[in-house]
């Protein structure tokens, strides 16, 4: 059975970079025919799909946050990374990594609240 466990610091400051990693145990990053995702959900707000990290090694981002988006992997560690950039208080959201196909979560990490302010 797959497990994700997101880590990452709870507070980040206005026009810093937000980074987090999403541990995987149980499948493979590698060599698994799902996608790695991101997925975050702010207060009150609904859940909006963020990108994802192929088998292959390529990555696929929204459109609303190409250019802000960054995912990586360590294969060998197994696991995957985000990174956003020039972040507002307005994305102060929970934050979750999950398994699926392409951008159809399936399974879910619990979640980290992310806080951006000064």
């Known amino acids: 059975q797959v497990q994700l466990q997101e880590s990452g610091p709870g507070l980040v400051k206005p026009s810093q970079v937000l980074s987090l990693t999403c541990s995987v145990s149980?499948?493979?990053?590698?060599?698994?025919?799902?996608?790695w995702s991101w997925i975050r959900q702010p207060p009150g707000k609904g859940l909006e799909w963020m990108g994802a990290?192929?088998?292959?090694?390529?990555?696929y981002y929204s459109p609303s946050l190409k250019g802000r988006t960054s995912i990586s992997r360590d294969t060998s560690k197994n696991y995957f990374s985000l990174q956003l950039s020039s972040v507002t208080p307005e994305e102060t959201a929970v934050y979750y990594c999950?398994?699926?196909?392409?951008?159809?979560?399936?399974?879910w990490g619990q979640g980290t609240k992310v806080t951006v302010s000064s």
């Open positions: 999950a398994r699926g196909i392409m951008a159809t979560p399936i399974d």
């Open positions: 149980g499948d493979s990053i590698a060599t698994s025919y799902h996608a």
């Open positions: 990290i192929a088998s292959d090694g390529n990555t």
